[in-house]
Antibody, heavy 121, light 112 residues
Framework: QLQLQESGPGLVKPSETLSLTCTIS??????????WGWIRQPPGKGLEWIGD???????TYNPSLKSRVTISVDRPKNQFSLKLSSVTAADTAVYYC?????????????WGQGTMVTVSS | QSVLTQPPSVSGAPGQRVTISCTGS?????????VHWYQQYPGTAPKLLIY???NRPSGVPDRFSGSKSGTSASLAISGLQAEDEADYYC????????????FGTGTKVTVL
């Protein structure tokens, strides 16, 4: 059974870079039909798509975050990662990784449990 | 900056039927892209409830049903139960700019 698990620091200082990793178990990241995405949810607010990546490396980002976001894939480790630069308090949120598909018009069918990231000095 | 609009809240008594709308535009729902629905309890990750407008993943009760027409999609919950009290989000694909996944604004369902 495919499972996803987020990991990374729970506290990041303003202006620094938030870095998270999603580890996939029970399946391969190198699946042709699906993409791998990041979604976040600020406290008490709704879901916001951050971006997604194909196992071969192609990416799509939320236009509102594009200048600060990098998503990458590490196929040997069966992981994909998120970097968000120049963070502010507005980036405080629960960050989820999820599988998207089939195709970019598909659904997020498998989710990680989420990890809370707080931006504070 | 959600491009899919949902009512902030809906409520109903146990056993009743409630519906949640998800209104989009020419670059997402009207363009023919599928709509998917998620259920989220406080402090937990969202769970896929409906995919491809009308399909239920294995294990989702048939009390939940989805539909899509024109500029909007809808999620219906029949025979409302206390355990259905949760937040619900729609999601689709938007082909504006470079293309992206988009979520609805979210709806809180309250069981009276």
């Amino acid at each position: 059974q495919l499972q996803l698990q987020e990991s990374g620091p729970g506290l990041v200082k303003p202006s620094e870079t938030l870095s998270l990793t999603c580890t996939i178990s029970g399946g391969s990241i190198s699946i042709s039909s699906h993409f791998w995405g990041w979604i976040r949810q600020p406290p008490g607010k709704g879901l916001e798509w951050i971006g997604d990546i194909y196992y071969a490396g192609s990416t799509t980002y939320n236009p509102s975050l594009k200048s600060r976001v990098t998503i990458s894939v590490d196929r040997p480790k069966n992981q994909f990662s998120l970097k968000l630069s120049s963070v502010t308090a507005a980036d405080t949120a629960v960050y989820y990784c999820a599988r998207l598909g089939p195709g970019r018009g598909g659904s997020f069918d498998i989710w990680g449990q989420g990890t809370m990231v707080t931006v504070s000095s | 900056q959600s491009v899919l609009t949902q009512p902030p809240s809906v409520s109903g008594a146990p056993g009743q039927r409630v519906t949640i709308s998800c209104t989009g535009s020419y670059s997402n729902i009207v363009a023919g892209y599928d709509v998917h629905w998620y259920q989220q309890y406080p402090g937990t990750a969202p769970k896929l409830l409906i995919y491809g407008n009308t399909n239920r993943p294995s294990g989702v009760p048939d009390r939940f049903s989805g539909s899509k027409s024109g500029t909007s999609a809808s999620l219906a919950i029949s025979g409302l139960q206390a355990e259905d009290e949760a937040d619900y989000y729609c999601q689709s694909y938007d082909n504006s700019l470079s293309g992206s996944s988009v979520f609805g604004t979210g709806t809180k369902v309250t069981v009276l």
